[in-house]
């Protein structure tokens, strides 16, 4: 069974505070529930997690929150990045390789239509809230490949 876990950085600067969306920081607020939903996921997710963020720094910092938990390194990819699009976001992660977990931090709509597309919703996206959590899972039956929700976490509610 492989599990997509999709994770919206949290709460970040206002652009016009910073005015460098690339490097706009979490707020105290994001810092505080980006914490919440580290905990969450560490003990959650499966040891064999390969985690993948942004470059964006509001990425990087909510990745660094579950890095103090659990010393898992993770990797910083563009295809996650501002400027990048779902269509980029699907080709390096969707494989046949059914076995595998990948944690992805990055930004709406980008999440949202990946979740839209894996769920078959045509032309539409799911609103992923700041600092939330969507996990999904694939498996295979009679020879198709599923995608269901699994869960969904949002530190308001941890």
Known sequence: MANLILWRHAEAEDLTENGDDLNRALTKQGRKDANKMAKWLHQH??????????PAKRCVQTA???KKL???AFKVVDFLGID????NIAREVLSEDNCRT????????H???LI????GLND????????AVWWLRQRTIEGALQTYLFTVQHPDYL
């Open 45 to 54: 997710l499966p040891k064999d997690v390969q985690i993948m963020c942004s």
């Open 64 to 66: 660094k929150a579950l």
């Open 70 to 72: 659990n010393q898992q």
């Open 84 to 87: 990048s699009n779902v269509e």
């Open 102 to 109: 990948l944690l992805l931090i990055g930004h709406q709509p």
């Open 111 to 113: 999440l949202g239509l």
């Open 116 to 119: 839209a597309r894996l769920q």
């Open 124 to 131: 539409a996206h799911c609103i992923v809230k700041k600092g």
